[in-house]
């Protein structure tokens, strides 16, 4: 019987592209009107899925990929993703190397795609041996009927684009189209654009949108290669031009930071519905710019690249975006600033005495912490910690239907506010959790983690 992964052509793969444009309505874009054409709806929820079957296919045509043959590549998940619904449809194997700055819900779907995920360093540039690019092009030596993709020297990446993308949003803007506004990754996409309307509307100016670290908008503007920063948007943003970008038809540029990203893409949620990735804030908020800044009607085209569901831990989560510096909240210069899940936020996680230690249990370990205070209405009784659990469960399931009250600890010594950091470490040295608390009730706990994010928050 024939294999049929490789027998037929995977009827999803006549999914990719032909996404819709949908018009921006809840936004000022001032005398413009701006479309967004939605990548997300690719059926690996991402414009890289075009690039996946574009590039797999061409070098099954050449022969470059054989069948039984290894897919390779250096990516920031969502090329991976692409690749790994082509090559996996097709019966490949595949093998991926990919920043571990990587949202995880990226790498779980690629691992649960069959795909192969090596982790690099995010914190490393082009020409390290540990950059993932490098790592995937030494990874792809060692294996062999390996063939490297290769996104950022490969033309068909480009073709795709030209091919595809270009005709697609000509089409749906009626033979329109004054500005594009998109981010470079691999240059790819603005590459393919660029030819494709220097070929049927030269007049079509391109905006990149970039995000602030990365040295794209800076040499756009001035001819130099700056310093290179860091950035937490995802899948654009560089620390070298790529050889397959053509930034000639640019005609603007605009450096994004990462807190104006996040919280553009979280506004187009609410406003429009639109569940995008961090890379869409970073595009929508140069498009909106670009739009407002113009004297006479334009019509703009930008992009939503991927899924927002692919960051739902980290760009639509409060608690990480706090963490990370990207969300503000009320600060009062004491102890109350280090708590990561504040009381008065409605962010504690608790439990009553009443609960059983199971319930406990599971709160811990969805919240991802390791202790929980227990509280009666807003009054705190006590705390309850891993140790707690397993001196009372004494290796017997059956104890997991106990109430937390028998468990808990409720000798609790309590930190003021304005104790200062000293009096909190010395809480911490003796390995307890320190309990904020003054006369209006308790406010939040603070952790070693929590002192130790406060610290990293303090570097920057
Ligand atoms: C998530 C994401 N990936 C990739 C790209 C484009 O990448 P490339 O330059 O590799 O075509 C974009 C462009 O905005 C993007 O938002």
């Known amino acids: ?68 043959g290894t897919v390779v590549e250096a990516t920031a998940g969502n090329t991976g993703l692409g690749l790994a619904l082509v090559a996996r449809a097709k019966g490949y194997r595949v093998v991926l ?23 690099a360093r995010s914190d490393v540039g082009k020409g390290h041996a540990e950059y993932y690019q490098e790592r995937a092009a030494a990874l792809s030596a060692t294996i062999p009927g390996a063939w490297f993709a290769d996104q950022f020297n490969n ?44 070929r049927v509307s030269p007049s079509t100016a391109f905006v990149l949108a970039d995000p602030a670290g990365s040295i794209l908008c800076d040499y756009i503007k001035t001819g130099v290669i700056g310093p290179v920063g860091s950035w937490a948007v995802e899948g654009i943003g560089e620390d070298f031009i790529p050889s397959i970008a053509d930034l000639s038809g640019v005609r603007a540029a605009y450096s994004i930071g990462d807190e104006e990203s996040f919280a553009t893409a979280r506004e187009l949620l609410k406003r429009e519905g639109i569940a995008g990735g961090s890379s869409t804030g970073t595009l929508l908020a140069s498009a909106l710019r670009y739009c407002r800044e113009q004297t006479t009607a334009k019509r703009v085209v930008s992009f939503v690249c991927d899924t927002g569901t692919r960051y739902l831990s980290k760009v639509y989560n409060d608690q990480w975006m706090v963490d990370a510096g990207l969300l503000a909240r009320p600060r009062y210069g004491d102890l109350r600033d280090l708590i990561s899940r504040r009381n008065e936020d409605g962010g504690v996680v608790s439990v009553t005495p009443a609960d059983t230690l199971l319930v406990a249990f599971q709160r811990m370990r969805a919240a991802e912490v390791s202790q929980l205070p227990v509280l009666e209405g807003t009054r705190l009784v006590g705390v309850i910690d891993e140790t707690d659990l397993l001196l009372r469960l004494r290796g017997s399931a059956a104890h997991f239907h106990d109430t937390v009250s028998g468990a808990m600890s409720s000798a609790l010594e309590t930190l003021l506010p304005d104790a200062g950091i000293d009096a909190l470490q010395r809480v911490l040295d003796r390995g307890l959790v320190a309990i904020i608390a003054d006369a209006s009730g308790f406010h939040g706990l603070v952790t070693r983690f929590d002192l130790l994010q406060h610290l990293r928050r303090s570097l920057a």
């Open 155 to 198: 033309p068909t990446n480009a073709l795709a684009h030209e091919t595809g993308t270009g005709p697609e949003i000509w089409a749906q803007m009626g033979h329109d189209v004054d500005a594009i506004v998109c981010g470079v990754g691999s240059g790819g996409t603005l590459a393919g654009l660029t030819t494709f309307f220097k």
């Open 1 to 68: 019987m024939p294999d049929t992964r490789t027998a037929t052509r995977p009827a999803v793969l006549d999914l990719i592209g032909n996404t819709p444009l949908v018009e921006v309505t809840r936004f000022d874009t001032g005398p413009c009107r701006l479309f967004l054409k939605l990548e997300l709806q690719n059926p690996g929820g991402s414009i890289k899925d075009r690039i996946g079957v574009a590039m797999i296919e061409d070098a099954e045509r050449d022969g470059r990929l054989l069948p039984g």
């Open 97 to 119: 190397v990919v920043p571990d700055k990587m949202s995880p819900e990226k790498v779980l779907h690629l691992k649960a795609m069959g795909a192969e995920v090596h982790m």
